[in-house]
Structures are given as C-alpha cells and as structure tokens.
C-alpha cells in the first residue's frame, strides 16, 4: 500500500480549515485537486475520510485518529528530509518554508524588523507570519514557531526565553489629575479600568504584595482585545491600564501616560518562543531562534528605563568582571 506525500498533506490542511476551498486556498490549488487527492487518499486507505453533505464536509471518526497520529510524524519527516538536503551545520543557503505565530502589538511593534532582517539574510527561504493575540495549536495550525509573551503553560512545546518585560500599570496625566492618584491596591476600586479581552482581569492586575502576588478588585466598562488599543484608550483619559513595557515605553517616555502604584512590583512576563519538538531541529527552525535570541538580548524598549536597568545590575553581579 503506497502513500502520496502529497495526498497526505492535503487531507491535513482540509482537516485544520475545515472545507476544501480554504484549504484549495492555502495550498495554491484548485478545488478538484484538493478534492482528488482526499479521494485518492480514501481509496488508498479503504476508509471513507470525511462525510459529503449539501457542500459541506465532516470528517470521520478514522479521519480524527489518522489526523492525530500523522501531525507529528509528517512534521519529523519533512524535517528530517530538510536537515539532510540543507544541512544542519549552518553554512548552506536556507530553503522551504517557515511560519511563524506571534502576538499582534509585539509583532507590529517589534518584530517585524527583526524578522525582515532575517528574510533578508535568507533569500530563498519562504517566511509566512501570522499576527493574532489568540493562542494557536502550532502543530495543528501548521506554524514551525511561536511566540508566547507570560507564564508557559504549553508543556508539550519546546520552548527558549528570548528576554524578559514588565507588565506596568499607568494612565494618563489628565485622567489622573481628575480621579486622583492611587496610592495602595485598595484605592483601585476607586478607579476604572481598561480590560484585555483575552485574559481576566484577576489575571492581568496582579501585584506583589510582600512575599506574594495578589489580584485586587477591579473594574471598569471598556475592554479591547489588542494592547495598543488598550494604550490609546489610557493615552486619552479613559482609564488605568496595565500593559507590557514593550506597548507602552514610548508613551511614557513623551509623559502621555504615567506610571503609577510603582512601589508595588508586577508580574515578569517572560517573552519565549515556542515549537512543536521535533528531531533533528530543522535548520531553519534553529538559526531563526538564534537570530531572535540575539536581537531581543537588549531589547530596544528597555534602554534608559527600569526593567533594562535592574537586568543589568543583575547582570553584573552574577557575571564575573573582566580583567581591565
């Protein structure tokens, strides 16, 4: 029984967007080809793959296993197959594809000059980047990396820090010239916030308190599900917000937004990048996490403020000195 790379590939892609035109779509192919290549993979398999009705398909119990199953092993082969014709050492031209899941206001803001830098270094590697605030299934959605900002919770993935940013409560002056400045966790209540739509507000206003974090009551009417939507809304008077250093370090350089409750420390949130494990490590895969890891190691929105400054007085004092 012979099986049809390609066939297989296909049947996955129909699998993850759920209709044969999206996924005619993402492969650059015709909707009778996508469908002939399932049909061609049914019968190679003597098993009915998906349900045909009115235009719309479902797929079957055996397609649900066959998709679990062979994610994983598709992936390993076309990485090994990759590591052996491009090989793994670092000196040979990359080639085929790599795309890459990140959030939206840390792609837009940030990494999207790093990653061009990367597309310019490797002419004839395909990069295809996907900016969205959710987080995506890599394997399933067919992404070689992501990039996750706060506590990892994905133990099935790979995973390398890349840098380190502060979440930071503020607001603008005028808002708080009117509302008042908080002066302790409990004059929150006192205050609205501006909320992020992904996660809770017991999850993203938290504080150390002592030896501990803790999430004060808070509330406020307006939520956005994007950061700098969120710091738009605090730049004109709206709210507090809490956001990442690397969303709101222009604004509070210009003085359009203020720190505030800054004798209570926030929750670090480490910016890491993510990939399904696979070996051996395509090359693609490992020299474009090595390029990240170099340009984020002093990231640019940290010079001259807080976080930047603590990281290297850490630095130095775990990293014996040079003889002069």
């Not at 049809?4 to 044969?20: A, H, I, K, P």
């Not at 649900?64 to 014709?85: D, G, Q, V, Y």
Request: aromatic letters at 6%.
């Amino acid at each position: 029984m012979r099986y049809d790379l390609n066939d297989l590939e296909t049947f996955l892609t129909v699998m993850e967007l759920g209709t044969v035109t999206a996924a005619a779509a993402r492969l650059n192919l015709s909707k009778s080809v996508v469908s002939k290549r399932v049909t061609d993979l049914e019968a190679t398999l003597g098993a009915a793959l998906f349900r045909r009705n009115a235009g719309r398909i479902t797929p079957t119990e055996a397609a649900l296993r066959l998709a679990e199953r062979l994610r994983p092993a598709l992936t390993e082969l076309i990485a090994a197959a990759e590591s052996t014709a491009w090989d793994m050492d670092g000196v040979a031209p990359l080639r085929g594809s790599l795309s890459i899941s990140a959030p939206m206001s840390f792609g837009v803001l940030h990494l999207g000059p790093i990653i061009a830098r990367f597309a310019a270094q490797n002419p004839e590697l395909e990069i295809t980047v996907d900016y969205d605030d959710r987080t995506r299934d890599l394997a399933r959605e067919g992404f070689d990396i992501g990039i996750r900002i706060g506590k990892m919770r994905d133990k099935a993935l790979m995973q390398r820090k890349l840098c380190e940013d502060e979440s930071i409560a503020c607001a603008s002056p005028a808002y708080l010239d009117r509302r008042g400045r908080p002066q302790s966790l409990a004059d929150l209540r006192a205050h609205e916030v501006i909320g992020y739509s992904h996660l809770p507000n017991s999850q993203l206003w938290q504080f150390q308190d002592r030896d501990r974090f803790v999430s004060p009551w808070v509330a406020g009417r307006l939520s956005m599900n994007n950061g700098e939507a969120i710091r738009d809304m605090a730049i004109e008077g709206l709210g507090l917000a809490m956001l990442p250093g690397f969303v709101v370090a222009p604004a509070l350089a210009d003085g359009r937004l203020e720190r505030v409750l800054t004798g209570f420390g926030t929750r670090p949130l480490p910016i890491v990048a993510v990939w399904p494990p696979v070996q051996p490590m395509p090359a693609k895969l490992r020299r474009f996490i090595d390029h990240l890891a170099s340009e984020l190691r002093l990231p640019s929105w940290q010079a001259g403020w807080g976080i930047g400054r603590r990281d290297a007085m850490s630095r130095e004092s775990t990293t014996p000195k040079a003889a002069p």
